[in-house]
């Protein structure tokens, strides 16, 4: 069994299989590591072999996994039928749905077969951590770690302490994530959508807002906000590109803009539209955007390489400015 220092990491158990949770499987498997993995949906367990195979097929094709590792991965990898079978895990990353009764059902079923000593990691990517630590025999052990996706490939993590989340859960699951390759973000306590969902959200909602308010439309926005924000966010933070710009003139600005910035508490029209209608995006083809199959999958493919050649890009400039 391997050991991080003096602190023992597999296997490490991994609930849930679908969109996020068979990325991080790829990630973790790309990286040598022991995983059990666990879904509810027989069908979708077994779906996920195929995409991590196919997942770490690209890696090794782009050089930037061993070959021996892409050999031997179904040796590393094993589904179980239940989540009683994950009672010899020493990490666990629960990665179900956004569904408060589900994750702690899902616990009770955990609590009961694993050592208290076993982390218990949530991926979601809202939920307070203190409520889901709220009744738990060992709350101290429960933490949230947040990925982003392409897991495999992306650096960003996010871990999130509870109330009662104890220095070695936190220690454990940093070193998890730089075992990873992640540059982990360690939040100083919980809050809810924690630090990149609520910078995030916060534009997603003034968008829609200036589409519903005929300012421009989805196209002029995504325009926009790609040739500004998304020509530097992948090397600048905000505040880091502040003091590169001009920190005056950004008090001065907002001054008088923040008066004028959306500030709804409700799901703007324009989602909640969209989402009534049975978009789901490319997966069924329509969302803010009509895709055919051949332009959805082109979507998704660069996605995936743009992902690369952005880390590429950073990779080269960290070592220059000691990001």
């Excluded at 490490?12 to 299989?17: K, N, P, Y």
């Excluded at 509810?40 to 779906?47: D, F, I, L, P, S």
């Excluded at 782009?62 to 079978?85: A, G, I, N, Q, Y």
């Excluded at 955990?110 to 000593?117: S, Y």
């Amino acid at each position: 069994m391997r050991k991080n220092g003096t602190l023992q990491i597999e296997p490490i158990g991994l609930v849930g299989l679908g969109f996020m949770g068979r990325g991080i499987a790829t990630c973790l498997l790309a990286h040598g590591l022991k995983v059990i993995g666990h879904d509810r949906a027989a069908v979708r367990a077994k779906q996920s072999l195929s995409h991590i195979d196919e997942a770490l097929s690209d890696l090794l094709k782009r050089k930037t996994l061993m070959r021996s590792r892409f050999r031997d991965w179904r040796k590393s990898f094993v589904l179980t039928r239940s989540p009683e079978e994950l009672g010899h895990c020493r990490f666990i990353i629960e990665c179900v749905r956004e569904d408060l009764a589900l994750k702690r059902k899902l616990y009770q079923q955990l609590e009961a077969v694993v050592p208290a000593r076993t982390v218990i990691a949530s991926n979601t990517s809202s939920l307070p951590i203190s409520l889901l630590q709220a009744g738990r025999k060992h709350p101290e052990r429960f933490i949230g770690m947040h990925w982003g996706e392409p897991a495999q490939v992306m650096q960003y993590l996010e871990i999130i302490p509870g109330k009662k989340t104890s220095p070695r859960t936190i220690q454990l699951t940093q070193r998890l994530g730089k075992l990873c390759g992640k540059d982990p973000a360690v939040l100083r306590e919980d809050i809810r959508g924690f630090l990149s969902n609520r910078m995030m959200y916060a534009m997603m909602r003034e968008a829609c807002y200036l589409v519903e308010a005929g300012i421009a439309d989805v196209e002029t926005v995504d325009r926009s906000f790609r040739n500004d924000m998304g020509w530097w966010a992948a090397l600048f933070g905000p505040f880091r590109w502040m003091d590169l710009t001009g920190l005056p003139a950004y008090a001065t600005v907002m001054e008088g803009l923040f008066p004028e910035l959306c500030n709804a508490k409700s799901v703007p029209k324009i989602m909640s539209d969209v989402v009534k209608s049975g978009a789901l995006g490319t997966p069924n083809l329509r969302g803010f955007y009509k895709y055919t199959r051949a332009s959805a999958k082109e979507w998704e493919k660069a996605w995936v390489d743009f992902t690369f050649d952005i880390k590429g890009i950073v990779d080269k400039y960290k070592k220059r400015v000691k990001l």
